[in-house]
Nanobody
Framework: QVRLVESGGGSVQAGGSLRLSCAASERFFSINTMGWYRQIPGKQRERVATVSAGGSLNYATSVKGRFTISRDDAKNAVSLQMDSLKPGDTAVYYC???????????????WGQGTQVTVSS
């Protein structure tokens, strides 16, 4: 079973920066989309940023210009650089990979275990 291992969460003051990283424990035959989502207790999980296999980037309006997503297909890894953090960015952040483990398989969505990001004012 593939695991997505996240790192880089923590606590920071408003205006600070954090970098989240996520790497798959096993290789994929192919990866479609990689991304980051976040969730606040009592609310639905929301998309923060995604990057497609072709390199197309999508960001939530609330993080545009502050967050940067990048992927490393050789390492089956994805990162999220978060700058100018705000208290409203406080949430549990989840890594997401949509891909297939072997030829002929269907794409499947894998999730990390989540990492807490806390931004204080």
């Amino acid at each position: 079973q593939v695991r997505l291992v996240e790192s880089g969460g923590g606590s920071v003051q408003a205006g600070g920066s954090l970098r989240l990283s996520c790497a798959a424990s096993e290789r994929f035959f192919s990866i479609n989309t990689m991304g980051w989502y976040r969730q606040i207790p009592g609310k639905q999980r929301e998309r923060v940023a995604t990057v497609s296999a072709g390199g197309s980037l999508n960001y939530a309006t609330s993080v545009k210009g502050r967050f940067t997503i990048s992927r490393d297909d050789a390492k089956n890894a994805v990162s999220l650089q978060m700058d100018s953090l705000k208290p409203g960015d406080t949430a549990v952040y989840y890594c997401n990979v949509v891909g297939r483990r072997w030829s002929g398989a269907n794409d499947y969505a894998y999730w990390g275990q989540g990492t807490q990001v806390t931004v204080s004012s």
